[in-house]
Structure formats: C-alpha cells, structure tokens
C-alpha cells in the first residue's frame, strides 16, 4: 500500500530524477506490460563501457516510478559490469523497503536496466546479454 | 493547505449531530440492552428507536431490521443466511460480475460449500439486463443478489425491475438481496417498490458511524443467523448491541430522510461541473459508469497514458483526497474488477480515478480541483512512456 | 435516588479518558484506512498504534491481532476459522459445558456441518480438569476451546496447565483457543505463558466502546476467513474498520495495563465484603463458583425459596443494577446452562443472583446493598410456597 | 423479557393483592414445579358458590407474581361458573399485555385458580373438574 511507502521511495515518486528520453541512446530496454499497469523504458548512453547518461519513461504506480529513479541513479556513472549487479533487492534497499505488494516493481527496474545493456550489448557486439530473460513470467499475470 | 476530500464513497465524516445524538450512549447511558435492570432498559428503548428510524428510512417495519457490524457483516449474513436456511430446496446463487468483493467473496466460500455460483455480465456502462437475471433462474435458484448502485463506477441497477421478475418467476420460492450500501439515503428506498427480500446498509456511507449497519429481512424470508451466540436482535445476529453506533446510525437515517426529502441537486451539480471541467481542460479522458444512470455524487474517469495510484498520490500532494481503481489500491497487481467487467481495457482501468462528492463539498474546491488536476496529468504523462 | 451499577461483566461504561481518545475520529480523522491519502493514512496509523497496544497488553506481536466487531464474531470466527481451515487434517473439537453460548452456539452450528463436538463437565466449582482435556483428545482433534474465566460464577480455569498439555500432545497440529472476554484487563495475561493459539477479547468488559473486539492468532495458525469481502486486517477479516471503536479499545487496554500493573486489590476486598455483608444477614444463600479461584468482580449466590428475576426487578426499584442466571434474563424457560453444569438443582439456579464489580463501585454503594437486599429477600420469601 | 413489562405488570408484581395463605381455606391448588422455576399455590373460601377470599403463593418471576396477582383480583367475589371462565389471555390482558416469552405465567395463574376449585368440588362435591387436567405439559419442559 502507498500508505506504507517510506519518505525515500516518496521523495524519489514526487521528484524522480533521470525521466525523459535519451535521442542517440545506446541501448533501450521496455519492460512491463498494460495488463499489469506498469511498463518502464530506460534508455542508456555508454562510452568506454561506462554509463554516462540514463533516462526513463514510465507508466505505473508511486513504487514503480521510484523505483525507476532510484534504479536508474544507482547506476549512472558505473561500468556496465557493475550495472549489471544491481538487483531488485538493491534498489528497494536504497529506496529504504518497499511494501510487499510493491516489490514487483524493484524486480521490473531491474529487468528494464538489464534490458537496456542488453539491447546496448547486442548492438555493439552483436551478442546480447547471456542466459537472461526478464522477469516478466515471474511477476506478470 | 485545506484538504480538500473527494472520497465519500470510501466513508463519511460522522455529522457532528450524529456525534451529538451518539455521545451519551458511550459513559453515561452505557447499559447493555439485555439487561433487565434500569441501565439496560434506557439502552434498549435507544436500540429500539433507532430501528424504528433505520425502517422508516427504507419504508420497512422495525422487526425487519437487523443490525449488524456494517455493510460487509449484512452481506455475509444475507448469502450464507439465506444459503443454509434453503439447501435443501436448491443450491444456486445467481449475482452479477460487479458485485463488492463483500459479495463475491462470500459467494466464493459459498462454491466450496456446494453451492453454484451464476455470476452475470454486464454492459459497457454496467449495468444489469433483467433479462438475463430472469432467464438464468431454474428450479434450484434460491437467492439472487444484485447491488443497487456500484461502488465504483456509481451505475444505479434496475432493482425494481429485477424484483418484479424474481418475485413473477420465484414467488416464495427465491430470495432476493441488494447491496444497497452506496444508496441508502443517497437515493430515496422503499424496500416494497424496489421487490426486495433483503438489502444491505453501512452507517458509515450516509454520515454514520463506521462499525454498524444492517441487514433489512423482509418477514417471512427464511435466514439462518451468521454470528451465532447470545439471543440478541430476537435471536438472529448475537453480541452485545454495539448501542452507541446504533443509536448514530439511526440519526444518520433520520437526517437522510430529511435531505432526501429536500430534493436537493447541489451534490449532482458540482459533479457535472467536476466533470465538464476535466473534459475541458484535458484530452484522453473517458467516462466509466452509465452517463446518466448513476449516483449523483459518483465520477469516475479513466486518464490515458497514466497509472491511477500515481494520479491519486500527486494530488495527495494537493491535500485532494481521491480513490482509484488501480491495482495499487487493492494489495493485488489486477486492476478493479468492476472496471474489467465493463470492457475497459486493463491500460485504462488502471489509469481510473474516483471523485465522490458528499455534504460538505463546495464549488471551491471543485474549482481548486479542476485548476489543479490538468498539471498532474501533465506531469505524469511527460514521464509516461505510453503517451506518443 | 443514586444509582448503583453492579453489572460490570455484562458491560462497563466507557471510560472518560477513553470516550475523549476516540473523540477525533468521528468527524475529524474519519478517513477508511484503506485509502491511500492522507485522510485514510491517519486513520491507518491511528489502527496500527490500537493494534500495538492491544497486543502488547497480552504479550502478542501486533500482526497477531485481528480486529472483530466484538467477542462473538472473534469466538466464531476462532471455531469457524480452524475448522475450515483443518477440515482435512480431522473434524473434532473440544470445548466444555460452561462456555458462554457465543462459543456453544457456533459449536451446534459446526455439528450440523459434520464436525464432532465434545462437551466436557465441570466440577461443583466450574472448574475443568486439565487431565480430561488431555484424555479427550483424539487423532482428529484440531481444535481445543476452552474459556478463560465464566462469566457468570467468575471461576478462572487452569487454561496455561491445558495449554501445555494440549501442546505436548498435539504440538502443531491442535490449535488450543480461549474465551477472555471475560479476563483480559482484570487479569495479567501473557498468551505465551498460557499457551493459546487464539484468544478472544471484547472492549465493552474492559471500560472501551461495545462493538468492537479482537482476535489473537498466533503465528503460522492455519485460519480461514469468518467475514469476507475486501482485503483489511491483511486479508483474514473483511469490512471498513471500526477505527474511533478500534482507538477506543487500544487505549483501554493501555489503562487496563496500568491497572494491572498497579496490583490493586480495591475491587476484590469490596466483593468479599458484600459477601460477608449478605451471609451474615440472609440465611439460606450458597455462594455459587470457586470459593478462590474466581474473578475479583464477581461474586454469584443463590438464595432459596426466591426466583432470581424477582430479586433482579427489586434490586432495580432500589436503583441497584444486577444479573440473575434464571430462566428470564434469556428469552427461555430454562435456567443457565453454567449453573445447571455445576450441578445446581433447578430451583438454585433459578434463585441466582450475580453481582459484579468495577471501577466506580464504592464501599458506600456495597453497604447499601447489603442493607437493602435482606428487605427484599424476606419480602420475596413471604410470598414463596417453598419456604415454610 | 422484564423490560417490555407493561406498566399494569410491574404494579401488581411490586404490590402483588392477595399474597398470603388461608388456614381453613376450601380448596388449595399448587400448579408449576422448581425445574420451570415457577411455582403456584392458591387458596379459595367458597360460600353460596361464590369465591368469598382468596390468597396466593408464588415462586417465579415478575410475570409469575404478576399473573397470580392479576388472575386472584379477577375472580374474587365470582361463582366458581364465572371463575372457571377465566382463561390465560384475560390475566394477560388485564396486565395490558405480557412479553411473548412470559404467556406461560398466565397459563400457570389459570391452571392454578383451576387447580384450586377442582380441589374445593372434590372436597364438597366429591367429584372433581371434569375433562380438566393443568397444561403442566404445555408449558413445561
Ligand atoms: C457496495 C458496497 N458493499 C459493501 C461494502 C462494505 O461495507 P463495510 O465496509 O461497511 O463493511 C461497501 C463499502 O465498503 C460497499 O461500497
Ligand atoms: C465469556 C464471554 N464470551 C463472549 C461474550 C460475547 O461478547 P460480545 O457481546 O462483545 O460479542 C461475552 C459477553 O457478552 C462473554 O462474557
């Protein structure tokens, strides 16, 4: 429940940083679906394997936009292999927990950030991110 | 900041005169109203009373009340009470897809216990065919149960209608039930026109205190008790009266009747304004509910492009009180039910926001609202990836 | 005339300090806790500090406590909630002859649904024997309910020598419930060191508002739903909180723990002079309960050759508010059960009369009644056939 | 229950008429047993079959005492015929009405003024009150 939300997770709600579109990304991931009410794109731009722009647009609820701040200023400025690291768990652990019916959302950032390097890997390299798929399944329907 | 509340379907304020009527019952007049001494007797003639202005409310006899611990407790009481009390006779239940969850939940524990469970569509403005409630009784139909006005969307069903037909087809034979919690001294009830057996109330909805309704019986009907124990409400629903939030349920019913009586349309006129100021101000915004057909202090909208949580925490922010049909209000991930019965897409019946109105709105606030309101949606959509 | 109220077990007047504390969440933080802004989340956290005072005054966690609408749904929704729930594990259920009908009641009602109920008797005291709980118990058993203390003769049973018998026996597989209504906030209670699984309590008993009460469950205790509908006191107990009811029993049970840990004696001392006062000026009285281990408040006699409504109605007409255990006081011919189950011939519990004391009783209030009772007596035996 | 007692009741149960015993009474009827936690007795002088005196003892409770009182009030003065005539719903019409759970007291006040006069026949006349037996089945347990 938003009544449970902490002031972390409502600072990052009402004043999230990193939304918009980045033009000449270098890797763009969506993750999310209407059905489950939230979908988040993250758009990233990477020079000399380092994350040095990010940007988001996202439809869902307090949790899932502030979780897409958080996600996306947890990463900025790291290497890709650092970015990788990051779980949900980590993102909802910086936003101070979230409500248990909200940690769907964590998962999706996650996902949405993995998702971009992987469309960043696959278009430098050609060879996208190994043995992952998101969460969707997982957290969907 | 004045907060500004737009949520009066979720509850009410208790009118300070409600208050008033309640405060003695609390320390001074505090008897338990089975006991036979003085104590309990004053107690007793308040529960009395009070049932006396609940009835008149709804155009029943006293005896036909009673109460319970609110809205949900009245529908539990009706479904396993009218369930038990004719198993014998035939195990289906037919109600409808937009039913509280205080209906579908009881109907859900009723399916493991045997009992079939006929949930009926609707239309895209929600509302009931009566034919379809005709043409889906058989011989072993023993309850029908449909709500007056839903919760969320504020369509107002043809009860009078659907009771016309049940009694024509099952005459003695089926009960049937209306959850009338969103209506009861919102619109003007007589539990004779409207053709019902047993309806459902809530103090809490009509400027009453919350932990008290009622559950209407017409005479006759055959209802086993759900809360089993002493021989309170002539042995029909035991505990110890909870005396005070009675006697505020019967003022809240006595002030009902007068306002109903006064034909006022102040509530239904800020309402349109409400909703002639959003469709002015901001593209890609539907209507959900019947145009017409609904409660005059119901506006629900569904925003394109945008979640309704996020809409409901930002104007919060405003110190503006709404309510959404948005999964995030319900601890699930699906979004209202009520909204997908209607047709509406999963993206939009996410993006659904509820304004009631009730006795203290003003034209202000509805102004403050419509000023106030476009900013957010902006906001929000900016940082929506839907929105092209 | 003055009047003198010595009926606290049917009901106590809700303490000033606790009328003043639900005071604002009638008309001013009247938000549904479930709403997401800021109205509901006041309310929301007003429930959540109640929750964490009821619990602590019993030892539990807050997220043990589930809210009801008073003792009788907590004590259905305890026998119903269990056996649901364990249905498939076995059907019987324990429970004894002297709890009150809110227990019995719903006990009858799971008997007619294919459960085994076992009644155990009590001795001359009221009391249960421990080792007969222990011997009743079968590869079927799930649940074991047995009352804290009687609300009518007052004996307080050995529920913590149960308690760990019940789980020698049937560690996780018995749930083992007690009816406190009677008990929490007149005796110190510690869930654990009793060894429940579940535990009832009512806030009327305790000087809160009638028509609210809780259920304790402990941890990982399989239990269905009683009221559904919406998903409040996450998910087990369905219907808009009873929030200035729910303030209002949070704050009863923190004066109540104060009391307790007062180790007042006040109440007790004032019940053995009644006693003394009315044996030593009425012949032919027998004192009905356990002569010790019995509730401070309560004290419960007999008097030959005179029925217990008549005294009740006399008593009332000096302005002095009892209870009898005589047929009338409950609609039936019979008198009560608790009595009967003591082995009470029929013409002692018709002559039952119960006092019981409480916060604002006075040694003055005790002297008058010991004053006035004997007048009444002897007037009511002069007309008696059986006195000769 | 004792609290829709109507007024009529609770005068003639707080000032019962009648109570009492009469030594060298002409019929003697007790109806009721301690199990209904109601017990009866009544005693009648008859002269020139007319019902001279009457007295009552009652165990039981308001409606109890009430009825005894009521139904004594009724029949003094009367033949035994008009006495006879009394039945249950007079007391209790006399007594504006009892509570439904109560109509038995006034059951009990009739079979215990019947009881009474078949005592007074048996005695005077040797033979009792024909076809008459007291409801003790009825309204007992
Ligand atoms: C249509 C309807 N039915 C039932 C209920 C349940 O009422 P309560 O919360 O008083 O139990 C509500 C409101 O919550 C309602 O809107
Ligand atoms: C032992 C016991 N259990 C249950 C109850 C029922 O409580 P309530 O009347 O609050 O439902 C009572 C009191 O009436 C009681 O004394």
Redesign the interface.
Known sequence: ???SYSDKV?DH??N?RN?GEIPDADGIG?VGN????????VYIKVKDNIITDIKF?????????ATSSMATELIKGKTIEEALKLTNRAVADALDGLPP??M?CSVLAEDAIKSAIDDYLKKSTGVGLQGWTTHNEE?G? | MKRIYLDYAATTPVHPDVAAAMQPYFSEKFGNPSSLHSFGQEARRAVEKAREDVAALIGALPEEIIFTSGGTEANNFALNGVAYANEKKGNKIITTAIEHHAILEPCHFLKTRGFEITCLPVDKFGLIDPELVWHSITEKTILVSVMHANNEIGTVEPIAEIGARVKRQGAGKISFHTDAVQTVGMLPIDVNKLGVDLLSMSAHKLYGPKGVGALYVRKGTRLNPFLRGGGQERNRRASTENVPGIVGFGQACVMAAQRLASDDNRIKLLRDRLLAGIMKNIPDVVLNGHPNLRLDKNLNISVK??????L??NLD?EGIAVSTG????S?????SHVLLAIGL???LA?GSIRFTLGHWTTAEEIDRVIAVFPKIVEKLR?????KK
């Open positions: 429940m938003a009544g409502m709600f009402r999230p939304v969506q209407p059905v489950c009410g939230d979908i988040m794109k647009k996202t439809f869902g609820c307090g949790a899932a936009i019916v909200k769907h957290h329907h | 492009y945008v979640e309704g949580e996020a409901l925490l922010f948005s999964a995030c209000s601890g699930t991930l699906d979004p897409p999963h993206e996410h900016q940082m929506s990836p839907l």
